[in-house]
C-alpha cells in the first residue's frame, strides 16, 4: 500500500482535505470540519497550502504544483483544458467541449469537470454556461460565485467573469 499524507486547509471557502502521495497532490475536497492531519507532512502539501495562501491572497495567479488526479483518459483530457483557462477568465462547457475536439460534447465535458478531484488547483469553477449562467459546482454555487469574484478582484481583466 502506497503512502497517504492529509492535510486540512482552512480556507475563506471552507476546510479543504487534501490528499497527496508524498510527490503529488492526489485529490483536494470540501470538507465541513478538519480531522487528523497527518503526523508528518510531505514537502508538497506544505507548499500546497503556501499557494493555496497566496491564492487567496490575491498574489498567485496561476498554482505550480505536481499533481496526479486520477481519471479517464478523457477526464484527464478536460482537466487539462481546464487547466488552461486563465486567472479572472471564464469559460463555457461547449468552449471546453470544442477545445477537446467536438462540440457534442457538451455533456461530457460537464460531467468529466464536476469529477474533477483538485477544484481550484484545477479551475474548475472558470466553467460556466453556454450564456454566463453559473451552473454545477460541487462545492456549491456560492463557492463557485465567491471563487470567481475574487479572482475578478484580483485580475487585470475588466469584463465580468458571469
Given amino acids: 500500500m502506497k503512502t497517504q499524507f492529509v492535510a486540512y486547509y482552512d480556507s475563506p471557502v471552507g ?14 475536497t ?12 510531505a514537502n508538497i502539501l506544505i507548499e500546497c497550502m503556501k499557494q493555496l495562501d497566496a491564492y487567496f491572497d490575491g498574489e498567485l495567479l496561476q498554482f505550480k504544483l505536481e499533481l496526479a488526479p486520477t481519471g479517464s483518459e478523457f477526464q484527464q483530457k478536460i482537466w487539462k483544458l481546464v487547466s488552461e483557462i486563465p486567472y479572472g477568465e471564464t469559460a463555457s462547457y461547449l468552449d471546453i467541449a470544442i477545445r477537446s475536439g467536438s462540440a457534442k460534447n457538451t455533456r461530457a465535458v460537464g460531467l468529466a469537470n464536476g469529477k474533477n478531484p483538485i477544484p481550484i488547483i484545477i479551475p474548475c469553477h472558470r466553467i460556466i454556461g453556454n450564456k454566463g449562467k453559473l451552473t454545477g459546482y460541487a462545492g456549491g454555487l ?3 460565485r465567491w471563487l470567481l469574484l475574487h479572482e475578478q478582484n484580483y485580475s487585470t481583466h475588466s469584463d465580468r467573469l458571469f
Fill in 15 to 28: 476546510w479543504l482535505k487534501i490528499n497527496s502521495n508524498g510527490k503529488a497532490i492526489k485529490s483536494m
Fill in 30 to 41: 470540501f470538507v465541513e470540519q478538519a480531522h487528523s492531519t497527518s503526523s508528518k507532512l
Fill in 142 to 144: 456560492e463557492r463557485k
